[in-house]
C-alpha cells in the first residue's frame, strides 16, 4: 500500500483490509510512521511517535486488527509510558498504571504508536503549550487545531493515524473535530470508564473517546 492510499481509508475499511490479506498491521505502522515524518514538522501534533511502535501490543486480532491509533497526552494513561499533560510541571512523568481505555483500546485491536499534543493541562481550546509549542490546522496552518484535543484532532486530519483518543469535559473533543473538518464522538457519561485511577473525573463531565 503507498501512502497516498492510506491516508484515504478511514480506521474500519483498514480494518477490513487486514482482515483480507491486503495490508499487514505491521505495513499500517509502517505507514504511519512514514505519514508522521512528513508531515508533523509542519503542525506539531504529535509529540512522540513510539521507537518501539511496530512491537507494542495492538499488533493483531479485535475488531481493528493493528490500525495505528494515537493517545493524547493527558487523561488515559498507558503504564511505562511519558504522560506530560502538556506541561513543564510534569515533563518526564511516566505513569504506572494502564488505564481501562487502553486495555480496551488493545483488545480490540488498536496499536498506540505515539501521544499527540494538548495544551498544558488540558486547559484551553488552542493547542499550545510552553513544553510543546503550538499546534497548527493541517488545512491552514495559520489557523489552531482548537483543543483541547487539538493535537489528536491535527494528527487525523493530517492523515497520520485514521483514528486517535481524545477527551471531552466542555468540548475539547467538539471544538478540535470541527475546526479539523472531522467526527469527533463524544460518549455519554459513563459510557468509557475513566478507571482505575480516575472512574469520574470532573463528576462525569469529562469523557473520553
Not at 6 to 24: F, I, K, P
Not at 54 to 65: C, H, S
Not at 129 to 134: A, C, D, F, K, Q
Request: net charge neutral; with cysteine; aromatic share 6%.
Amino acid at each position: 500500500m503507498r501512502l497516498s492510499e492510506y491516508v484515504e481509508y478511514d480506521a474500519t475499511d483498514l480494518a477490513s483490509l487486514v482482515s483480507a490479506g491486503e495490508v499487514t498491521a505491521l505495513e499500517l505502522t509502517r505507514l504511519a510512521r512514514k505519514a508522521h515524518d512528513e508531515v508533523n514538522p509542519r503542525i506539531n501534533a504529535v509529540i512522540e511517535f513510539y521507537e518501539d511502535a511496530e512491537t507494542v501490543a495492538g499488533a493483531d486480532g479485535g475488531l481493528f486488527n493493528g490500525v495505528p491509533f494515537l493517545r493524547k497526552d493527558i487523561g488515559a494513561t498507558e503504564a511505562g509510558r511519558l504522560q506530560e499533560k502538556g506541561s513543564r510541571l510534569f515533563k518526564g512523568c511516566r505513569s504506572d498504571t494502564d488505564s481501562y481505555f487502553f486495555r480496551r483500546a488493545r483488545e480490540a485491536g488498536l496499536r498506540t504508536v505515539g501521544r499527540t499534543t494538548t495544551p498544558e493541562l488540558g486547559s484551553t481550546v488552542m493547542t499550545e503549550s510552553i513544553l510543546n509549542g503550538v499546534t497548527g490546522n493541517p488545512w491552514d496552518l495559520e489557523r489552531s487545531a482548537g483543543g483541547s484535543s487539538g493535537g489528536a484532532a491535527a494528527a487525523v486530519a493530517a492523515g497520520i493515524t485514521p483514528i486517535a483518543h481524545g477527551s471531552d469535559g466542555g468540548g475539547s473533543i467538539r471544538i478540535p473535530a470541527s475546526w479539523c473538518g472531522l467526527v469527533g464522538l463524544n460518549p455519554s457519561r459513563g459510557r468509557i470508564s475513566g478507571g482505575p485511577n480516575n472512574q469520574d473525573a470532573s463528576f462525569g463531565r469529562s469523557r473520553a473517546f
